[in-house]
């Protein structure tokens, strides 16, 4: 919150209680959340439990959307170079180009909405976490803390392959 106020200009000490009361705002949201889901189980325990597993399946599910991205990412690479050749020899026009870049971008706005999911499922494991510390004793914290390190690897690597993608569709850009 507060880094982000900093960014935008302005009075530092202004920006630190803007990014303070947001951070504020959006950690009750989130408080809120994990209270309201905590509701739907029959105890804060069977709760935890079926939070670790849904986390472990998504970070399952997203590791194999990286790794499909990934070989995608190979293969756009390679069909971009040659259309990039072909354009350059006069082999291929321009209206290939765009049509390569709108594929280009149609697939990043897709990788980009599967980002932006997985940063809010941080978030919500994130504020999970909290939630178990915060009543102690709990033995899933450190599974949750893992499988929490293990999506956030996942956030990394699917952010880089939507640079990877920008900057192939930036790259046909005559």
């Not at 009075?11 to 509701?39: M, P, T």
């Not at 804060?44 to 959307?65: C, I, P, S, V």
Request: with cysteine; glycine share 10%.
């Amino acid at each position: 919150g507060a880094g982000a106020a900093t960014a935008a200009g302005g009075d530092d000490r202004r920006n630190a209680l803007v990014g303070f009361l947001v951070g504020c705002v959006i950690g009750s949201n989130y408080a809120q959340w994990v209270q309201q889901e905590k509701r739907k189980y029959a105890s804060a325990q069977a709760f935890y439990d079926a939070e670790l597993q849904a986390t472990r399946y998504y970070n399952g599910q997203l590791e194999r959307y990286n790794e499909v991205m990934r070989a995608e990412i190979i293969q756009l690479e390679q069909s971009s170079a040659e259309l990039e050749a072909q354009y350059r020899s006069g082999q291929a026009k321009r209206r290939d180009l765009d049509n390569q870049r709108k594929a280009l971008s149609a697939r990043k706005a897709q990788v980009d909405g599967a980002l932006a999911d997985a940063e809010e499922r941080l978030k919500q494991r994130q504020a999970v976490l909290d939630d178990m510390r915060k009543y102690g004793g709990d033995p899933g914290v450190a599974s949750l803390a893992g499988e929490i390190s293990r999506l956030q690897q996942a956030i990394l690597t699917l952010r880089g392959q939507s640079t990877a993608l920008g900057n192939l569709n930036n790259r046909l850009r005559f």
